[in-house]
């Protein structure tokens, strides 16, 4: 996630956005969102719908995802579990 979302709100209103962009059928929701030690990035857990999933990581996984659209997608799954265990996360209580 680029770091000029310093909070999980700031991020959710783009990820709305986002989703009117590329016209989902679904609205991009934020499961996880934390920031690193320094605060020069953070990471995200975002659910999709199945039928949307292709189109988004189409466009969130190249190079400049983070400068076109202000994410990057570095994984996927099914599982939002196998997700969180990916990236060494642990679910918020």
Aim: overall charge positive.
């Amino acid at each position: 996630v680029n770091n000029k979302f310093s909070t999980r709100n700031q991020l959710a209103e783009h990820l709305n956005l986002l989703s009117k962009e590329f016209e989902l059928t679904k609205t991009i929701r934020l499961m996880d969102f934390e920031l690193s030690s320094g605060g020069e990035f953070a990471l995200a857990i975002i659910e999709v719908k199945l039928q949307d999933s292709k189109l988004l990581r189409a466009n969130i996984e190249g190079e400049k995802a983070i400068e076109n659209f202000g994410i990057q997608s570095i994984t996927t799954s099914g599982k939002i579990r196998l997700v969180r265990d990916r990236l060494n996360l642990t679910k918020k209580q």
